[in-house]
């Protein structure tokens, strides 16, 4: 997270963006929890103020292929440029980047450099795209083509079966954390990443004494348990002080049998360092 409560008061935004109370701010980092800001909102108010507004979408904009999902894109419209990464979960490999913009000139304008060695005739005619005025460095690599070989290769339909696919699984998961007291689903999921964490109210009825923290370093432990493992791989991330486990479903080849070997492991390696818990206290 950004903190620009500056801004915040610059614009005189509703008090649940302020950084300092509850809500999510104006600069917001949704990586961790695949949050969504209220885009529709947020570009009213730049629009207000004569502000760029850029959607960074690096890791949602693959499920916006799907309707189901479209509705978090409302407000695109007042956006001035808008990206998404296909190598986060659209079967690109790394690394891949879509960049649109409303007016390529107020890019061009910004990042264009015409010295001598560099003019030619046909960029003279202003009727090529030269990418060269789209970005900081002269040159870049041919990336467009393993998306349109992907493209090509799935489909519309085939690429719309795999992000659903995903989204699946990761409802699957989820559902097998709520129905189990010993964890807690820490964020509502969006898409496909599952958020969790040791949960401290069944530490509470465990111990007597235990605390947040406990929770903290038990959930710590069983994802430094499960990774050292070597068959599954999650991420953290801390969420105003709470230690919270990542499970991003997006592997081409993920199915549902992996999701139940994940979850059979979660059970076997939370319920040994419960154990080891309830003894030293």
């Known amino acids: 997270m950004l ?36 885009l529709l909102t947020l570009s009213d108010i730049a629009k207000r103020f004569h502000m760029w507004t850029h959607v960074d979408a690096a890791y949602i904009g693959s499920a916006c292929i799907c309707l189901e999902f479209r509705h978090f894109l409302d407000g695109v419209e007042g956006a001035n440029s ?22 390529r000139i107020d890019l061009t304008k910004a990042l264009s450099n015409d010295p001598q060695l560099l003019k030619n005739k046909a960029s003279d005619t202003k009727k090529v795209v030269d990418y060269k005025d789209w970005q900081v460095a002269l040159s870049r690599r041919f990336r ?81 348990s499960l990774n050292g493992s070597g068959l599954v791989y999650m991420t953290h991330v801390v969420i105003e002080g709470v230690y919270v486990i990542r499970v991003a479903i997006s592997a081409t080849l993920t199915e549902e049998k992996h999701v139940s070997m994940l979850w059979d492991m979660v059970q076997e390696h939370a319920s040994n360092l419960l154990a080891k818990f309830t003894n030293i206290k």
């Open 144 to 224: 467009a083509m393993k998306l349109w070989m992907v493209i090509r290769s799935y489909g519309i339909t085939g690429l719309q079966e795999v992000i659903r696919k995903h989204v699946k699984l990761a409802k699957h998961f989820e559902a097998l954390l709520c129905a189990d007291k010993k964890f807690e689903v820490s964020v509502p999921r969006n898409f496909a990443t599952v958020c969790f964490k040791v949960s401290p109210l069944a530490l509470a009825n465990m111990v007597n004494d235990s605390s947040d923290e406990d929770s903290n370093r038990l959930t710590k432990s069983l994802l430094e």
């Open 82 to 103: 808008f990206s998404f990464n296909p190598h986060k979960w659209f079967l690109t490999t790394l690394d891949c980047c879509c960049l649109w913009v409303k007016n």
């Open 3 to 38: 903190h620009m409560e500056w801004l915040f008061k610059l614009l005189q935004l509703p008090k649940s963006f302020s950084f300092s109370s509850d809500g999510g701010g104006v600069v917001h980092g949704t990586t961790p929890t695949t949050a969504v800001d209220p």
